[in-house]
């Protein structure tokens, strides 16, 4: 796989200041040049990317805080489903504040980046990854208090960031910024699982045109953000390791009767797309 | 065609005589019992050749196998059939591409006209379009004028090179060369990493001729015609057949997978939508991309039908009660598991690119 071209997105970064785009160069930046300690380092890129992301703070393991499910073996690397799940109800003085998604050994590890208003209850996210190498994946829940804890698994996929190729480009390019917002009831939970899929390729900007003898330019989703009766629900910053059609499914405790979802979405070639949702009644 | 151990003509003229116990300087005999029994063989008027009884048995025994090899048809090169006259086809196994198999995984061909001959895929590495275009050499010796690409997967692309090379025209479907350019990488390492060494010389070759969707094409093999069919995104975007005039040979190539498990890298619901045309033709035969040539390919191709739309309702199925791809990974079309070559290899994967297909339904 080509390397990715650090400069370039060192560039892009500082000159759009994305905050996770910038990181994500960081990182790249920082590991690009530590590669050869990071091939004989026994726990991989973990330390460095810790680094980057945290600092020298102190990271628990979060086994009973926040689960994280993911399959032993990716059937299709560039859709790989991760489910994350919170073990302890989030209230206002007791909340995960942000949420990280790390795939170590993917070419920008920092997958996703949440942030949460803590004044609402959640319990599920879900959403699709490309997983480029056997990799760890993990999921960091820092808390209103600044405690941080970390769960992870050991996914074995590859070349789900090297192809990401779209299987029907010129239908993709029709559809681009549609979005779709499933809403189903947890009876179990009284949970409204609220499904938001937004059509887009997502490219890496990773891969190599022969013809042009550029790389492919990068296109993907770098925010969502989704409102509930005006209020934000959760914003996420996502990466290139997030799959074609970012989806993500957010189980969280509703509100008593109708209310609207607001999504605005953000993408690396400048443009929005925006799209409200009623929220009621459900199926 | 030459003789082994081709005689010396010695013009002389005059009477005709025998004698025996002349050894010849240059004969490949030499270490042979017979070698000392030569005898003269008048070969016309005013010469004869000078020959031994072991170059003359040897000679015998070639022209014995030639004739045997003529009546039996223009040689079927190893692992060829011709399956109509001028046709030529060489299945691939029903293996996942590995060394084992060096990437003989699916099936190709050639078909010969009067004047030239075009060919259909070109294996999974150099060293198989060589070994193609080596085969089409063993039949006859008209230029290859195409080769004919029938979508991007690897196992049907990669000796595509050893085509290039020889400047003959590579043709495929209007999008092949931009899908092709997006997977350089993906579909090349897999087979360095498992051929080594024997992968030399193989890479991506991009179509410089294309087929476009509703713009049929043509091939001209000298009294023969073909016909260049591209389709919209079914088992690809980048599909093509090939219609033989002469035999009413219809070349399906992916878009029918007997046996084997289909593979669905374009668009679900667009691939039972071609398969719905496909069921209206009356060929003469039907090849498959993978599996055997079969009378009954109607029937295969309902078998193939049965496969995609229980993916498309149980994936349905799992979508309208909430669940995603995981439950739909482990839930659906597991009855069809024992009616499929290499399911596991492949299904998971089909379920997959059927949800995030159907979910925006």
Known sequence: MPAPDLGRLMRKAIRHRYTLPALSGLLLLCLGAAAQAVQESKEGRWPQIKEALLGDRVVRDGTDMIALSTPTRALDAAVVPIDISTKFEQTRGHHISKLYLVIDDNPSPVAAVFDFPGDRDWKTISMRVRVNAYTHVRVLAELNNGDTFMTANFVKASGGCSAPALKDPAAAAAQLGKMKLLLAEDDTDDLLLAKLMVRHPNSSGLQFDQISRNFIPADYVRSIEVSYKGAPLFKVETDISISENPTIAFGFAPDSGDGEFDVQVKDTQGRQFEQKFPSGPVR | ?361
């Not at chain 2, 079969?294 to 909430?322: N, S």
Request: aromatic share 6%.
């Open chain 2, 1 to 361: 065609m030459g003789w082994i151990g081709a005689p010396q003509r010695l013009p002389i003229g005059g009477s005709m005589a025998r004698e025996l116990r002349r050894v010849r300087p240059t004969s490949p005999c030499d270490d042979c019992v017979l070698s000392n029994l030569t005898y003269k063989q008048v070969v016309g008027q005013h010469s004869y050749e000078e020959t031994t009884v072991c170059d003359s048995i040897r000679r015998f025994a070639v022209f014995l196998l030639l004739s045997a090899l003529a009546a039996a048809g223009a040689a079927e090169p190893a692992g060829f059939t011709e399956i109509a006259p001028g046709v030529y086809l060489r299945p691939g196994v029903q293996e996942v591409a590995d060394a084992h198999n060096d990437g003989h995984i699916a099936n190709l061909g050639f078909i010969v006209g009067r004047e030239r001959v075009a060919v259909i895929d070109s294996g999974g590495s150099h060293a198989e379009g060589e070994a193609v275009l080596q085969a089409v050499r063993q039949v006859t010796d008209l230029p290859i004028a195409w080769l004919v690409l029938t979508h991007m997967h690897p196992d049907h692309v990669l000796g595509a090179a050893a085509f290039a090379e020889r400047g003959i025209e590579v043709i495929g479907h209007a999008n092949l060369a931009d899908a092709l350019n997006h997977r350089r990488d993906a579909y090349l390492n897999p087979v360095l990493d498992y051929l080594g060494e024997r992968a030399a010389g193989t890479r991506v070759v991009l179509p410089g001729a294309q087929v476009a969707v509703g713009q049929d094409r043509e091939l001209d093999l000298g009294g023969r015609t073909l016909v260049l069919h591209a389709y919209p995104t079914a088992h690809t975007n980048n599909d093509l057949s090939v219609l033989d005039r002469e035999t009413g040979l219809l070349w399906l190539s992916d878009l029918l997978f007997v046996d084997r498990i289909p593979v669905v890298d374009g668009n679900l619901l667009g691939w039972l939508a071609v398969m719905d045309g496909l069921a209206r033709l009356e060929p003469t035969i039907v090849v498959p991309g993978h599996g055997p040539v079969r009378g009954d390919w109607k029937e295969d191709l309902g078998r193939q039908r049965t496969y995609l739309q229980t993916l498309a309702e149980g994936v349905r199925r799992v979508i309208r009660t909430g669940g995603d791809i995981r439950r739909a990974v482990e839930t659906v079309g597991q009855d069809q598991r024992g009616h499929w070559l290499l399911f596991d290899d492949y299904h998971g994967r089909n379920v997959t690119a059927a949800f995030v297909e159907l979910e925006w339904e």
